[in-house]
């Protein structure tokens, strides 16, 4: 492998050598914050292009010339998936760009938009592709394959050009509810090597090597912690997480409770009740949709849409033990009035560093002085280390990068071919 610092050639430019080139701007020894370029000679190439996880005071911004300001001509953004770490830089990119993403996926962003306080992204310069379909982009053809993450429309993204094919694998994992996920993507690009598979390692960054809890475990642990609790059950998770709102609302009802969703939950269950099987919010469903005190202006459409399964707060608390209720933290002084009702249990759903923060310790304490308590039930959206073992082993690419990952030299403990490489170096393909 030869690398050169990209900071003294710029990778839109005929450098010599190969004239296929991948770039890890951001990535290379972190988790979230991606920003990987592939270039040619004549084509440039972003893909993610995300908010650090834990970030303070003002965002740095990638050093990548053309996308947030002068430099060379960025041709297109291939967004694997809608979380902030991948997606949360795209406003501040230059309007000009497009970006390339699924349906799933836009999909997501504007649900984050609407309720999660997410960027507004003009449409016109979304391109939303259908997964396995092949798009050419000045001398690249790229195709974006369905993974499973905790967030619905998740790809990793083939990159092909006549110097060499490149498979960035986004984040996935092979555990949750679509588990034929990986099989299919390892099939699809069977026949063809890889010559380089930018492959994410959250799990890396941990010692030991173990299996993740399945998502199906998880919701047998689930409710059996609902079935424990004698009172009000919060389930604290993100909307987007279409697999744990799945895994939630089968858990409350085989413990014969009412799954209670806020208007996030309804409305991401209504844009994607065609692509999953989960009905829409009615009583008859045993899905009721609270409609919180503080909530977006205009979406009066969306609120008509589920009015006739509207509870009130008041209902729930009336007979607590009925109900699993989809919850946040900042619930807890405008519904609550600072006091939760007695016995109540949250269900913690989240990456577990959220807890830390001063809105998870106060709610935390407003359920000890309630006699309750919070219980971390997680599964992570990312695969673990012996699932990357097998997926590295079936797909047989000639060079493993990792990215997304704070131990990339973790990986030289099981892949030959790894080759470990800096925040702005330039990878020749």
């Not at 990209?6 to 770039?23: E, Q």
Request: with cysteine; hydrophobic share 40%; proline share 7%.
């Amino acid at each position: 492998m030869k690398v050169r610092n990209s900071l003294n050639d710029p990778p839109s430019l005929n450098v010599g050598g190969s004239s296929l080139r991948v770039i890890i701007h951001r990535g290379s020894h972190q988790i979230g914050g991606s920003c990987v370029e592939i270039a040619s000679d004549s084509t440039r190439l972003i893909l993610d292009a995300g908010l650090p996880l834990e970030s303070s005071g003002p965002v740095v911004l990638p050093p990548v010339p053309g996308l947030f300001g002068e430099g060379p001509h960025v041709d297109a953004i291939l967004l694997s998936h809608s979380h902030p770490d991948h997606s949360g830089l795209l406003d501040q990119t230059k309007p000009e760009i497009p970006f390339y993403l699924t349906r799933g996926t836009s999909k997501m962003l504007m649900a984050g938009e609407i309720f999660a306080k997410g960027s507004k992204l003009p449409r016109a310069r979304q391109r939303a592709v259908n997964f396995r379909q092949r798009v050419e982009i000045g001398d690249f053809a790229v195709t974006p394959h369905a993974v499973d993450h905790s967030v619905f429309g998740a790809v990793a993204w083939l990159v092909e050009h006549p110097s060499g094919r490149i498979l960035y694998s986004g984040d996935l994992r092979m555990d949750g509810r679509k588990t034929g996920m990986a099989q299919d993507l390892v099939k699809a690009l069977s026949g063809k090597p890889v010559d380089a598979l930018l492959l994410e390692g959250t799990h890396f960054s941990e010692s030991g090597r173990s299996r993740c809890v399945g998502e199906r475990q998880l919701e047998k642990e689930i409710g059996r912690l609902v079935r424990s609790s004698p009172g009000l059950v919060l389930a604290m998770f993100s909307p987007q997480n279409l697999d744990r709102l799945v895994t939630f609302y089968k858990a409350a009802r085989h413990a014969g409770r009412v799954f209670v969703v806020d208007l996030y939950g309804a409305f991401v269950m209504n844009l994607l009740r065609s692509e999953v099987r989960i009905p829409p919010p009615s009583a008859k469903a045993g899905i009721r949709v609270f409609f919180p005190t503080y909530r977006p202006r205009n979406i009066g459409k969306i609120e008509h849409q589920v009015e006739s399964a509207r509870i009130s707060l008041d209902e729930v608390i009336a007979t607590p033990d009925r109900f699993v209720m989809l919850a946040r933290t900042t619930m807890l002084e405008p519904e609550f009035g600072g006091r939760l009702p007695a016995g109540t249990r949250a269900l913690y759903s989240m990456w577990s560093g959220y807890r830390s923060q001063p809105r998870f310790v106060k709610f935390e304490r407003a359920l000890g002085e309630a006699g309750g308590d919070m219980i971390e039930c997680h599964t992570s959206g990312h695969a673990s280390v012996e699932d990357l073992v097998d997926f590295v082993r079936q797909l047989q690419p000639k060079r493993v990068i990792p990215m997304h990952t704070t131990r990339p030299e973790a990986m030289r403990l099981y892949f030959a071919q790894t080759e470990i490489v800096n925040d702005g170096e330039i990878i020749e393909i």
